[in-house]
């Protein structure tokens, strides 16, 4: 049963950009926490970025911090990823889940306080 979809996944050059969308299918989306997470190759799930639904206080990982950015679009129903200056250790797959409050206010995303998730859209940023 698919609860979030992701898409705008693809392959990029090292300098790239690319925008992900997330939307829901069955679930209430609107009013609570969306987050990011991802997964590389031999690694362990990481969360990425977060956007609680209160006041728009968003969360990111060090790692991603200066190049992406989380936000929604209320009318779409849809929260984003925009991605810039991709990297290689940008590679993984991209997921996004729904946490199971409005806000998130400090890290770090727990996985189990994200009840719903996308099947994930993999993103490959070539040298």
């Known amino acids: 049963e698919v609860q979030l979809v992701e898409s705008g996944g693809g392959s990029v050059q090292a300098g790239g950009s690319l925008r992900l969308s997330c939307t829901p299918s069955?679930?209430?989306?609107?009013?609570?926490?969306i987050g990011w997470f991802r997964q590389a190759p031999g690694k362990e799930r990481e969360g990425v970025a977060c956007?609680?639904?209160?006041?728009?206080?968003?969360l990111y990982a060090e790692s991603v911090k200066g190049r992406f950015s989380i936000l929604s679009d209320d009318a779409r129903n849809t929260v984003y990823l925009e991605m810039s200056s991709l990297k290689p250790e940008d590679t993984a797959v991209y997921y996004c889940?729904?946490?199971?409050?409005?806000?998130?206010?400090?890290?770090?995303?727990?996985?189990?306080?994200?009840?719903?998730w996308g099947q994930g859209t993999q993103v490959t940023v070539a040298s």
């Open positions: 069955g679930i209430p989306f609107a009013n609570y926490a």
């Open positions: 889940a729904r946490h199971y409050r409005a806000n998130l206010y400090r890290g770090p995303m727990f996985e189990y306080e994200f009840p719903y």
């Open positions: 956007l609680s639904r209160g006041d728009g206080v968003t």
